[in-house]
C-alpha cells in the first residue's frame, strides 16, 4: 500500500504541472539495547515509515513529507504544494533534477538477511561486549542497534530506483572511574564483520590507562590521533568541499580547487561504493549511481561534491552526493599509509596521544579556525612512550594547517561513525605535527 501511495503522489504532482517531481520512499524495522552500568536497561523494536517529496515548478522549489499513506492525504499534500509553491521566488540557480534511466552498478555487502534473524543473539553480543571492556574497566555503558531498510526513488525524469540494505552499530564506553573512560564502537552492514570484542577491549584498556591524570598542559605538540579523534574532523574538512556550503559561506575551500592545501601524503575521498560502508548506496537522492569521488588528492584540492543541478551550473557532472536540497556525503576515506602505530609512538620525543574529541565547532568556517574537546583517555608521550594521562585540554587549530602538517598515516583503516562523527569516515591513526594545545576557558 505505501508504494502505491509514493507511485499516485508522483503521478498526481506531474499531473499538476509539477515541472520536477522525486519522491523517496522508505521503510525499515530496527531494535535496539541499551546497557548502563554493565546492565541491559532497555530493549526496543519499532518500525518506521517515511515519504519525501520534491517539487520544482518554474524554478521555484519546495519539499515536504507525507504523514499518512493514503490516497486522500496524498491528493491534500499534491494539492498544498501546488498552490504554495506559485507564493514562492523563483531560484535562479536551479537546473533541474537527473534524467534517467540509469544502470547501477552491483555494490557487494550492503544487505544481509542474518541481520534480520539475530534477535535473540543481540542480547548474546552485547554481554560478550560488557564483558570484554569489563576485564579492565569497572562500569560499561552503551547501545546495540541493528535495522533492515528499503528505500525507493521515483522521479519524473525516468528513473525507478530500489535498494535494500542492513546496518549494525555498536557503541560503548567503558569507565575505570568517573574521571577514567574510553571509548570503542564499530558498525558493519554485514553480521560477520562487526569487530565488537576488538573495540570493547580497546575502551577498556583506554579508560584504565586514563586512571590518576595530571593537570592540562598548553603549546604546539606531535599529537597522534586515533581513528576516533581524527574523523570528527576529517569529517568537517569534508564537508567543506559540499559546493553549498562553499556558495554559502560555510567552507574554507571556496575558490582553491585546483591548490595545493594540504600534505602530499594526505588523499581524501568521498565514496558511495565501498563494499560493507555504512553510508554506501547504489544512488542518491536524485537517483544518480553514487561514485568515488576525489576531494584532496596527495594534498591538491581535486572537486567539490555536486548535485544535477549544481553540476550544470558549474559545467561538470554530478558527483552523485545528492541530498532532497543540498549536497549530502556518502562515506569519507583518509587514504591510509604504511606506518605501524608502534612506529608514529616511537617517532614522538614529546607529544600527545588523544583518543576520543567531542565539541568540535568551527568559529569561523571560511578561515577554517575550530577547536574540539579531547574526551576519553588523552596521554602525554615522551621518547615514544605514554607518561601519564592529561585533563582539561583543548585543541585549538586550523582544518587547513592539520591537513598541512600530517606527517605520517598508520596501514590500517577502521570505519568510525559515532554521535560526533555522523558521515561514516574510514582513515587510520594519524600524526600530525605542531597541534595548537589550549587550556579550557
Known sequence: MHEEIAHYLSEKLQKK??????????????????FVNSKISTTKTWSNANLGVF???DKKIMVSS?????????DELANKMMQNIRKLQPNKEYRGIAKGPYKYKDISQLYDKKIEDMDEEMIDITKQGIEAAGKTAKRVSGVFEKSKSEVLILSSNNIHAREKGSSLYFSLRALANKNASGYGSCVSRMKDKLNFIDIAEHAGAIAKQALLPRKSIAGKFDVLFEPYAFAAMVERFA????????????????????KKIGNSKVSIYDDGT?????????????????????????GVLKNYLHNTSSAKRYKTKSTGNAGLISQKM????????NASKEEMFKSIKKGIYISNVWYTRFQNYQTGDFSTIPRDGAFYIENGKIKYALKDIRI????????????MLG??????KTWEVETPTFLPYTLVKNVNITKPN
Do not use: W, Y
Open 17 to 34: 504541472g509539477a515541472d520536477d517531481v522525486i519522491v523517496q520512499f522508505g521503510e525499515g524495522e530496527s531494535s535496539l539495547i541499551k
Open 55 to 57: 517539487i520544482a515548478k
Open 66 to 74: 507525507l504523514k499518512e499513506f493514503n490516497q486522500k492525504a496524498a
Open 239 to 258: 564537508d567543506s568541499a559540499s559546493i553549498f556550503n562553499v556558495e554559502s559561506g560555510l567552507s574554507c575551500l571556496e575558490k582553491k580547487q585546483g
Open 274 to 298: 565501498i563494499p560493507n560502508g555504512f553510508a554506501s548506496a547504489l544512488f542518491d537522492d536524485e537517483g544518480t549511481p553514487t561514485q568515488r569521488t576525489a576531494i584532496l588528492e596527495k
Open 330 to 337: 556518502n562515506n569519507i576515506i583518509l587514504e591510509k599509509g
Open 396 to 407: 585549538s587549530e586550523n582544518i587547513l594547517n592539520l591537513m598541512q602538517n600530517v606527517a
Open 411 to 416: 596501514k590500517e583503516t577502521h570505519q568510525v
